[in-house]
């Protein structure tokens, strides 16, 4: 890779920050998208972007990294095509998810943050994908995958390897590639946001019960003489 971005590339890249900065009071404070949105480039925060950034915001090198290096979504080297997060946290654990991520790990050959050969798989251990009502959850570039198995994981992980499109169970109507979802998080959108459902049946069943019941939600101190 080149220490610096093809003139098009740059030229674009300064025009989509200078969007990113105007949405905010501080310039500095778009670093956080700004490295999203190189990522969606590079597929990782590389070195000319760090040096974009700091150029752009007139921030150090330095003051870049050390944000890069803070959040666990910035990558200091090339990530795969597909993000494949395995929750291991308390529940998802003890519901399967460690058997999964032990079953991925040897079939894909790679552990925690390490990427398989063929560019296509980074695996991740992750702590909580906060949806504990469909232990256990594998997260693919952020979409959810929900009551998975070992055996549902290795088809996922085999169908990503094949090329093929998989189909989050909340979400769009299939999972864009990791530097897709980057440019989404850099704020750019994507259209894709009401595509396909965005809770599952265990999420709504209070909600269903509720209107079953015709229950309401109480009034607060005060709202009774509005």
């Known amino acids: 890779m080149s220490d610096r971005f093809d003139a098009d590339v740059e030229t674009r890249l300064r025009n989509d920050m200078a969007e990113i900065i105007a949405r905010y009071p501080d310039d500095r404070s778009a670093l956080l998208p700004m490295l ?24 150090t090198r330095a003051e870049v990294s050390a944000v890069a290096t803070f959040y666990s979504q910035y990558r ?10 395995v929750c291991t946290n308390a529940l998802c654990a003890v519901m ?7 079953k991925l790990s040897e079939h894909l050959g790679v552990g925690h943050d390490q990427t398989t050969a063929d560019g296509k798989i980074t695996l991740e251990q992750l702590e909580c ?30 169908k990503i390897t094949a090329g093929e499109d ?46 079953e019941k015709g229950w309401t939600a109480p009034q607060a101190v005060g709202e009774e003489s509005r």
């Open 129 to 158: 994908n906060a949806a504990c009502d469909f232990a256990p959850v594998i997260m693919v570039n952020w979409e959810f995958f929900d009551n998975q198995t070992p055996s549902s994981a290795v088809e996922l992980v085999d």
């Open 166 to 211: 998989i189909k989050p169970t909340r979400g769009p109507n299939k999972v864009h590639t990791f530097k897709e979802v980057s440019r989404t998080l850099a704020g750019f959108e994507d259209g894709l946001v009401d595509e396909g459902p965005g809770a599952g049946p265990e999420s709504l069943v209070g909600l269903r019960y509720a209107r």
């Open 96 to 102: 399967g998810g460690d058997i999964i991520w032990d």
């Open 36 to 59: 999203h949105l190189i990522q969606s480039v590079d597929g990782y925060v590389s070195p000319r972007g760090i040096a974009l950034c700091a150029d752009v915001l007139s921030l």
């Open 76 to 85: 200091r080297r090339p990530n795969g095509e597909y993000n494949v997060g």
